[in-house]
């Protein structure tokens, strides 16, 4: 692992966890058919943790969410059935469960904001694990996102290692799955993060970003729609 914020919030959980947990994350960030829900992914959110560690009561449970938010990330599988997001979450709060060593109550909180992510817009924190945990959910859910508010190039690079994730679907329909998603975004944009200071971050660009790609890819598919000559 070279990322540096990793290695350094790994260092301070790897001892709530059981001595192979770090090898099922490997295993599931550095599947070779992973585009976005890589290391680097990973990397980009502990990054941002670390510039707003302030605003978290436990940034060592926001850490560990991170980590393992993503740990089963597979869209299809092997007899070619397509996997919902859902899934996927569960599973990676299960595969965390089952590698955890921390108490109970902080087991809990780190796998609810992990089932969190299947619901992002509609996700509340129902149950006060420690004081703080409210604003610590909200944190790692806007983290999660925060990708939306990127500068333009990168924004447009992570849209299409998303793609890369998804190659059985036909380049046209991939567009039009996220077309809906990203219009959602932009009429939404004052409301998808949940902090001021997120908002204030990232909002305007994620709104910038949802309108921009969007009319890119509806020119692509006009182009897709013309009848040859």
């Known amino acids: 692992m070279s990322a540096q914020a990793p290695a350094a919030h790994w260092a301070r959980i790897a001892d709530q966890h059981d001595p192979d947990a770090w090898l099922?994350?490997?295993?599931?960030?550095?599947?070779?058919?992973?585009?976005?829900?890589?290391w680097s992914h990973?990397?980009?959110?502990?990054?941002?943790?670390?510039?707003?560690?302030?605003?978290a009561a436990r940034p060592d449970l926001v850490a560990a969410a991170i980590f393992w938010h993503d740990s089963v990330f597979i869209t299809r599988s092997p007899d070619g059935v397509v996997i919902p997001d859902a899934d996927n979450v569960r599973d990676s709060?299960?595969?965390?469960?089952?590698?955890?060593?921390?108490?109970?109550?902080?087991?809990?909180a780190i796998r609810d904001m992990i089932m969190a992510t299947a619901h992002h817009l509609s996700a509340h924190a129902k149950i006060q694990h420690y004081p703080?945990?409210?604003?610590?959910f909200d944190l790692f859910l806007d983290l999660d996102l925060s990708a939306l508010g990127a500068a333009w190039p990168v924004?447009?690079?992570n849209f299409e290692r998303i793609r890369f994730e998804y190659p059985w679907i036909d380049p046209a329909d991939f567009d039009?799955?996220?077309?809906?998603?990203?219009?959602?975004?932009?009429?939404?944009?004052?409301?998808?993060?949940?902090?001021p200071v997120s908002r204030k971050l990232w909002s305007a660009l994620m709104h910038?970003?949802?309108?921009?790609?969007?009319?890119?890819?509806?020119?692509?598919?006009?182009?897709?729609?013309?009848?040859?000559?």
């Open 176 to 195: 039009r799955q996220r077309l809906g998603m990203l219009d959602k975004f932009a009429r939404t944009s004052s409301e998808v993060f949940r902090l």
């Open 24 to 38: 099922a994350l490997e295993k599931g960030y550095g599947d070779p058919a992973r585009g976005y829900h890589d």
């Open 208 to 229: 910038e970003n949802c309108l921009m790609i969007s009319k890119e890819i509806v020119e692509r598919l006009q182009q897709t729609q013309k009848p040859k000559e």
């Open 132 to 136: 703080g945990f409210t604003q610590d």
């Open 93 to 108: 709060a299960i595969l965390f469960e089952r590698h955890s060593r921390f108490p109970a109550a902080e087991t809990a």
């Open 42 to 55: 990973i990397d980009d959110l502990l990054t941002k943790l670390d510039q707003l560690s302030h605003l």
């Open 155 to 157: 924004f447009r690079r």
